[in-house]
């Protein structure tokens, strides 16, 4: 089963613009966490934001979390043609730390 | 340092064969996942180890799949009687313990194909 369910499924924006994805999950978590995915192949992690985190950045990324809404939020900003690829929100459960679970994904494509 | 590796990347065998891939996790990494990914979802959760035992293999969808890591470090994931079904991308990924703390490391996948 997928807990994770992220919006758009595919997004196509110009380079240089703000790209921004949303998951929305269903039980309580530990933490959420974001991977991008390049060719089908495997996955890179981005960012992980903890349960008591709101937001945190890293270089062109912001995430952020709402867990009253169980929902989390991934902007690219300036986007890049090397950031075409699917980005994937995974959550490990307050219950069960030791299982992630993958949503479907949102496929990027920046274009030039 | 090395990264998480999976052999062979691309496998294709005729359906009713067996199976074997298998994942070099990052070396002291005591957590080994095995996922399946279609075209077009999310990596599916098939099963975790914590050292050399299973930990949960509530993924596996039949009993036709199986999993190993004797020494908890290699695991192999076994395929028998492989159906047209099973075609699919297979992930391997390590952590260096539960993922309360930290973040998977995925190989690159092993894309297998049943003719």
């Known amino acids: 089963s997928q807990q994770g369910e992220e919006d758009p499924q595919a997004l196509s924006i110009q380079e240089g613009e703000n790209a921004t994805m949303n998951c929305s999950y269903k039980?309580?978590?530990?933490?959420l966490q974001w991977y991008r995915q390049n060719s089908g192949r495997g996955l890179v992690h981005l960012i992980l934001i903890r349960s008591n985190e709101r937001e945190k950045h890293s270089g062109r990324l912001r995430v952020t979390l709402d867990t009253s809404k169980k929902s989390s939020s991934l902007l690219i900003t300036a986007s890049r043609a090397a950031d075409t690829a699917s980005y994937f929100c995974a959550t490990v459960s307050m219950n069960r730390d030791d299982k992630i679970i993958f949503g479907k994904g949102t496929r990027l494509h920046i274009l030039p | 340092g090395a990264g998480v590796s999976q052999t062979p990347s691309n496998k294709v065998t005729e359906k009713g064969k067996y199976v074997e891939l298998r994942c070099d996790p990052i070396s002291g990494h005591t957590a080994l996942y095995w996922y399946r990914q279609s075209l077009g979802q999310g990596p599916e959760f098939l099963i975790y180890?914590?050292?050399?035992?299973?930990?949960?293999d509530s993924g596996l969808p039949n009993d036709r799949f199986f999993a190993v890591r004797p020494e908890g470090s290699v695991s192999t994931l076994k395929i028998q009687r492989t159906e047209r079904g099973d075609s699919a991308v297979y992930l391997c990924a390590s952590s260096p313990t539960s993922l309360k703390y930290n973040e998977q490391f995925f190989g690159p996948g092993t894309r297998l194909t049943v003719l």
């Open positions: 180890f914590q050292g050399t035992g299973a930990a949960d």
């Open positions: 039980t309580s978590i530990n933490n």
